[in-house]
């Protein structure tokens, strides 16, 4: 199934983006899927992660402390990620995959630029 990871942009310091994570095919079968970022000279992390099967069980960095909740709708095979409370730490680019096990493809991602 691929993903595509859309709704980054400039934000302010203290304000919030929803990211998009569409799913050309059913979301159900992939199994989990995780939100990922990618600082400049850092290397790509985690942000959080939800199954995709029935129950939904949520997974998050350290450094979400609150801040992001990943959600899910089955009706638009798209997996979300509202961020709020946005620092410039968090400027990155995000990428969606799979939550457990990452595909080789990781898309272009999407851009998240937080300014002070």
């Known amino acids: 199934v691929q993903l595509q990871a859309s709704g980054g942009g400039l934000v302010q310091a203290g304000g919030s983006l929803r990211l998009s994570c569409a799913a050309r095919?059913?979301?159900?079968?992939?199994?989990?899927i995780g939100w990922y970022r990618q600082a400049p000279g850092k290397q790509r992390e985690l942000v959080a992660a939800?199954?995709?099967?029935?129950?939904?069980?949520?997974k998050y960095a350290d450094f979400v402390q609150g801040r992001f909740a990943i959600s899910k709708d089955y009706a638009k095979n798209t997996v979300y990620l509202q961020m709020n409370s946005l620092t410039p730490e968090d400027t990155a680019v995000y990428y969606c995959?799979?939550?457990?096990?990452?595909?080789?493809?990781w898309g272009q991602g999407t851009l998240v630029t937080v300014s002070s």
């Open positions: 995959n799979h939550g457990i096990r990452p595909y080789d493809f």
């Open positions: 095919g059913s979301i159900f079968v992939v199994g989990a």
């Open positions: 939800i199954t995709t099967t029935t129950g939904g069980v949520t």
